[in-house]
């Protein structure tokens, strides 16, 4: 089941380098200078793949989780309105 996952990490890899090298043509700071300056700034793919070696464990790797937290807030804030 890791292969599977790594393959995913690796394609993943992939589509995020595709487009970093979109974003990073048109995407600039009121400065001039570029969003991102390197590539590892946009997609860490070191902390992917420890991510799927170390199957999943911690909640601080997970992509998602401070946006999950906020959504759960947000609706909390509305219930009690």
């Known amino acids: 089941m890791k292969a599977v996952n790594l393959k995913t990490v690796d394609r993943m890899y992939e589509i995020h380098?595709?487009?970093?090298?979109?974003?990073q043509v048109?995407?600039?700071?009121?400065s001039g200078?570029?969003?991102y300056r390197n590539?590892?700034?946009f997609y860490n793919y070191?902390?992917?793949?420890?991510r799927v070696m170390?199957?999943?464990?911690a909640e601080?790797?997970?992509k998602f989780a401070?946006?999950?937290?906020?959504?759960?807030?947000?609706?909390?804030?509305?219930?009690?309105?």
């Open 17 to 23: 380098l595709s487009a970093f090298k979109n974003f």
């Open 26 to 30: 048109r995407a600039r700071k009121k």
């Open 33 to 35: 200078r570029p969003v």
């Open 39 to 41: 590539f590892d700034k």
């Open 46 to 50: 070191r902390r992917e793949v420890d």
């Open 54 to 57: 170390n199957g999943n464990k």
């Open 60 to 62: 601080e790797n997970d």
């Open 66 to 81: 401070d946006l999950r937290r906020f959504v759960s807030q947000q609706a909390k804030k509305k219930e009690g309105n």
